[in-house]
């Protein structure tokens, strides 16, 4: 029971805290003038992605770096599943975006490589630091479209969602970037410790406790924000929250994962949870790709994503023989 009030309290806190680190980071931004694009694109990205970065770089410098993988693999497939699925069928969404489309086939290429990686049952520090320069490359490439795409949907979208944090004083803006990053460790802290408390005392992996559990609860922040967007129909930036925080997933949270402690992965990951997480990603792309006009995401289609969580979920938790 403690450790299960721990990982509730934990998840409380880390939806909580990542918000007020989104908003005093896009208020800071605005602060700098940095353009709509860029904010949406990264900080706004980076901040909905921070409990995944925290938990599993926490999870990993502490012996436990199942619990690191599972968390990037498991929320990368909540992402799409569950959270794509539940707006969705709560409003339909529609890819406007340029910059998007061009980020669908990306993140079919990264999620390629996750696979090639797990092939030989390991991710070892090179592979790691590889995962890493990517990630920096990519945040490159979307620093160049955010200068010089301020006319994209996103933007424009960005900059009504988030018009509010434009007028907050930079002294309270600075505090609640540094208050909710602080409270993000704290909480991730909690979070860990009582996941592998429940994983020991069910007699499953730290892994299973990641893909599910974890999953799950680092991925609310995403639902949150993409809920409400999609209710305002700013689509696009419910979609972007999606795209954005699985290559964050899975080059970032991976990557500080693995450049912390090796990792050594079980073979069902291939067979299973990068199969589904490809799966999704390839299907998400058929949804949101289209050769003529914005792609569009209807309720039917959601409701099917939603089905693939149920189903992903269920066949883990009968593998591990729960």
Known sequence: MMALGAVLIGLVLLVWSADRFVSGAAATAWHFNVPPLLIGMVIIGFGTSAPEMVVSAIASSQGNPGLALGNAYGSNITNIALIIGVTAVLSPLAVHSQILRKELPILLAVTALAAWQVVDGVITHLEAFLLLGLFVL???WSIHQGLRGDRDTLAIEV????????HMPLGRALFWLLAGLLLLIAASRLLVWGAVLIAEGLGVSD???????????T?????????IAARKGESDIALGNVIGSNLFNTLA????AGGIAEIDVPPEVLGRDVLSMGALALLLCVMGYRRRGPGRINRLEGALLILCFVGYTS????SSGS
Request: aromatic content about 2%.
């Open 138 to 140: 990519l945040m490159g």
């Open 159 to 166: 900059t009504a969602e988030h018009a509010s944090t434009q």
């Open 207 to 217: 892994l299973v406790i990641g893909l599910t559990i974890v999953a799950v609860g």
């Open 219 to 227: 991925s609310l922040p995403e639902l949150a924000s993409s809920v």
């Open 253 to 256: 949270v991976v990557g500080i």
């Open 315 to 318: 066949w883990v938790l009968v």
